[in-house]
Nanobody, 125 residues
Framework: QVQLVQSGGGLVQTGGSLRLSCAASGGTFSRHAVGWFRQAPGKEREFVAAIAWSGGLTEYSNSVKGRFTVSGDSPNNSVHLQMHNLQPEDTAVYYC??????????????????WGQGTQVTVSS
């Protein structure tokens, strides 16, 4: 069963950039969609972006479209989330997750069975 190990994140000023990474351990992302979710204090976890490893199809939430880019890194068996023009409302714990859904990208959490440990992103105003 694939395990997900996250890296990246931290503290950045408004308008800054960060990159999050999600590496697969003990397996590969083949036939998986890899999604990014975030959870701010007092709020529900929400979908941010995702990529289908087979074919490279991507999807984004409206709140991050045009600012965030999700990409696959085959040599390193990783998925990255590049975040630009970060805003205070992007502050949250970010999680990557994998769903064995082939080329389909689910936005709901229920199909994502493997989750990373989470990483804090804090955007100061």
């Amino acid at each position: 069963q694939v395990q997900l190990v996250q890296s990246g994140g931290g503290l950045v000023q408004t308008g800054g950039s960060l990159r999050l990474s999600c590496a697969a351990s003990g397996g590969t992302f083949s036939r998986h969609a890899v999604g990014w979710f975030r959870q701010a204090p007092g709020k529900e976890r929400e979908f941010v972006a995702a990529i289908a490893w087979s074919g490279g199809l991507t999807e984004y939430s409206n709140s991050v479209k045009g600012r965030f880019t999700v990409s696959g890194d085959s040599p390193n068996n990783s998925v990255h989330l590049q975040m630009h023009n970060l805003q205070p409302e992007d502050t949250a714990v970010y999680y990557c997750a994998a769903a064995n859904t082939g080329a389909r990208i689910p936005r709901g959490m229920s199909l994502y069975r493997n989750w990373g440990q989470g990483t804090q992103v804090t955007v100061s105003s």
